[in-house]
């Protein structure tokens, strides 16, 4: 059983979420809003550490984060299937935990982010169907919001200021250590692992912010605009 959030976010991998909107998850939790993660895969084809290595470190991550619950779907990793058995899967946790809103990857890069980003938007549709029958009172969240990334700088509908929080959001990647760089292992050197990463993830919410007029932001696309009631308090 899922407790109810008000916010879900949905990444590919254990580590996705933490480095697309971080930030945002630990800035939400200080103003009382609940949140939750479902990690797609257990990224059993990462270069580096191992399923449970990293089943161990999502854990660790999520209790920085301040999360409600983190589950993971265990598809297949490199794979994931957009198809009705993985759809109806994330209809039943959404039609449990009734967020209003849900974050997870932009359309682009990845193939297993283009995958999860139009998995995320199709159950989030079909949630809100009546005629879809899981045993549960139908819900459609409010809206999808896509998180920027550095590989992605489009112009964000939406910039969250998270300065008070970048110290958290990079702990939480950094409980991700099979992943970054240790001089000592002997994996294979990828993106993550070098020595420099976290250097650039920092700067890539720090151009955000500068753009927003904050030390660090984390931006956001959504799948229809946002509506506001009073234009001045934008």
């Known amino acids: 059983m899922f407790p109810q959030v008000d916010v ?3 990444g590919a991998h254990p580590d996705d979420v933490e480095l697309g909107c971080g930030g945002t998850l630990v800035k939400l939790r200080s103003l009382a809003r609940k949140t939750a993660i479902v990690d797609l895969t257990r990224g059993e084809l990462g270069t580096r550490g191992t399923p449970e290595i990293r089943v161990k470190e999502s854990a660790a991550a999520g209790r920085i984060l301040g999360l409600e ?3 993971n779907l265990e598809l297949e990793d490199g794979d994931i299937p957009v198809d009705k058995t993985s759809r109806d899967r994330l209809i039943r ?3 449990e935990c009734r967020p209003r809103m849900v974050l997870t990857h932009s359309p682009v890069g990845h193939p297993d982010h283009l995958k ?3 998995l995320v938007e199709e159950a989030v549709h079909h949630a809100g169907l009546a005629k879809i029958d ?6 459609r969240p409010d809206k999808v919001g896509f998180w920027l990334q550095p590989n992605y700088v489009a112009v964000p509908q939406v910039v969250v200021d998270i300065s008070e929080y970048y110290e958290q959001k990079e702990a939480a990647i950094r409980a991700y250590k099979s992943q970054l760089f240790d001089p000592s292992s002997a994996d294979p ?3 993550l692992s070098k020595p420099d ?3 650039r993830i920092r700067s890539f919410h720090h151009y955000l912010g500068t753009a927003a007029r904050c030390d660090y932001a984390e931006g956001f696309t959504f799948s229809r605009p946002p509506r506001v009631a009073d234009i001045s308090l934008c």
Do not use: D, M
């Open 197 to 199: 990463f976290l250097v």
């Open 93 to 95: 946790i959404l039609r």
């Open 8 to 10: 879900l976010a949905i």
């Open 69 to 71: 619950f983190r589950t």
């Open 134 to 139: 899981t045993g549960q009172n139908r819900h």
């Open 189 to 191: 050197e990828n993106y």
């Open 116 to 118: 999860t980003s139009r």
